[in-house]
């Protein structure tokens, strides 16, 4: 399933608890880093106009490696989505992209500031999200062999409840959140 991302999203109740648990059940720490996610609209397509958003385009810096990735989420129209199509590249040179895409008309929608911590259990990749301004999140993302989308959630649910995680509700991607949280503030 080549650029197909498949991934469920939780607010995290217990961080402590399922960082500790993490650490007994043998998964392998993959990596700490800060992320600086920049999403922009596109001058062609308003993103935002779709209602239930379901596209981005988003430069990130992670510790001064830079890419660029577009997400596309499935299906489509639904309220909830179960995958995205994405697309992503590393770049030389993220400055001379920023300054393409605004010579392009695309607009910066909103930034996303983050500390995360990954760590990868049965073929799922488990981050810990720490989200200014937002709190802890937690994100499972399949990672194996998966013939199909259901067998992939099988197997994220497998490793969630093999970890006893403590989740709230789930939630749409941080941009999402940062975009309504920026609306209740007018």
């Known amino acids: 399933m080549k650029h197909i991302e498949v991934e469920q999203k939780f607010h995290l109740l217990n961080h402590d608890e399922l960082h500790a648990k993490l650490q007994e059940s043998g998964a392998k720490k993959l990596r700490e880093q800060r992320q600086l996610d920049v999403y ?10 779709q209602g239930n958003i379901s596209e981005w385009l988003r430069l990130r810096n992670e510790d001064g490696a830079m890419s660029i990735t ?25 400055e001379a992209v920023r300054k393409l895409l605004e010579a392009l008309d695309f607009t910066e929608l909103v930034t996303v500031d983050k500390y995360r911590e990954e ?15 937002l709190g802890n999140f937690v994100e499972f993302e399949y990672h194996g062999q998966a013939s199909t989308v259901d067998e992939a959630h099988h197997k994220i649910e497998a490793c969630i409840h093999k970890l006893g ?13 940062v975009i309504a949280k920026q609306k209740k503030r007018v």
């Open 165 to 177: 995680a403590k989740l709230g509700d789930t939630h749409t991607g941080y941009p999402h959140q």
């Open 119 to 133: 760590w990868e259990l049965d073929e799922v990749i488990i981050a810990l999200d720490a989200v200014k301004e």
């Open 40 to 49: 922009y609209n596109a001058p062609h397509r308003d993103f935002l106009a």
């Open 70 to 94: 577009y997400k596309l989420w499935q299906p489509r129209d639904a309220k909830v989505k179960s995958h995205c199509d994405e697309f992503e590249s590393t770049l030389g040179d993220g």
